[in-house]
């Protein structure tokens, strides 16, 4: 008799519309492929707490914002939590996955990141800018993000802390992202209209730009699961962190040829097998 193959639960919003993507075709396809090797199904993350029992482990992928089904998502982690379920990616990623937060942890540290504050006391230490980003901790897909002028910055911040992060508008060339299964790097895509920025096309990273992705990869931690490093390139030519996406990271796979998505493919088959091997939980 055969062995059993694990059985994967695999978290999407088939119905959630994204601002230029169609989040449910990249979801069709992955699971398409990933079906050769799991016993998997498709649930809305409303509907994962209930579910986790039938499951050995759960794939977190095109959800939308965490924001819209936060009781929810938060029932999920405790439910996985208490039944030591593996979540992939694990749910000790530090950076989107717990807010935005890490970008005030990495300014601090002297990362190469958009110089980003909490406070309006502390807009002295940002770069002189003519406009500023204004935009939630705990915001996702540029809900709540707001471009305010020099003059006007105090007010939109206000009196409280701690829920607001403020960065000046950086005039940058393009952005750039960073793709990895695990600790290891697959693709990388740049919008090369900054007025069109989710028309990507392919991107050849140089060795600089590869080990100022791997940074942020190395101080996230997370030994299994996929990230996306999304950088500007900064009027002075340098990469800056505009954003480290390790919850459920949209992978443009529809900008890549057949073989670059097939090896994608190959790289998260074999990660998600090591992950089930490697008995990681969700704590």
Not at 57 to 77: E, I, K, M, S
Not at 167 to 177: G, I, K, N, R, T
Not at 234 to 262: I, T
Request: hydrophobic share 40%; with cysteine; glycine share 6%.
């Amino acid at each position: 008799m055969p062995p059993a193959r694990p059985r994967v639960l695999y978290l999407t919003d088939l119905a959630y519309q994204a601002r230029g993507r169609r989040y449910c075709d990249e979801d069709i396809f992955l699971t398409s492929r990933l079906r050769a090797d799991f016993d998997l199904a498709l649930c809305h993350p409303r509907d994962a707490a209930a579910l986790l029992d039938a499951f050995d482990a759960v794939v977190v992928r095109n959800t939308g914002p965490v924001l819209a089904h936060r009781d929810a998502y938060a029932a999920f982690r405790e439910r996985a939590a208490a039944r030591g379920t593996p979540v992939y990616n694990p749910l000790t990623g530090k950076a989107d996955m717990a807010g935005k937060q890490y970008l005030l942890e990495l300014t601090a540290a002297g990362y190469p990141v958009i110089p980003t504050v909490d406070r309006a006391e502390d807009l002295h230490l940002l770069p002189a800018a003519d406009r500023y980003v204004v935009k939630p901790k705990l915001g996702a897909d540029s809900l709540g993000l707001r471009v305010v002028p020099a003059d006007g910055v105090r007010d939109a911040v206000g009196p409280a802390a701690g829920d607001l992060l403020v960065q000046p508008c950086v005039d940058f060339a393009y952005e750039v992202s960073f793709y990895f299964v695990d600790q290891d790097f697959q693709y990388a895509l740049h919008a090369p209209d900054t007025g069109r920025r989710w028309e990507l096309v392919p991107y050849e990273p140089t060795p600089a730009d590869l080990g100022f992705a791997r940074r942020f990869i190395e101080w996230n931690g997370l030994d299994h699961g996929i990230q996306r490093v999304d950088a500007c390139r900064a009027p002075g030519g340098e990469l800056l962190l505009v954003e480290l996406e390790d919850l459920n990271p949209y992978l443009s796979l529809d900008a890549l040829d057949d073989r670059r998505r097939d090896a994608f493919v190959t790289a998260v088959t074999a990660s998600l097998h090591r992950f089930l091997r490697s008995g990681t939980a969700s704590r």
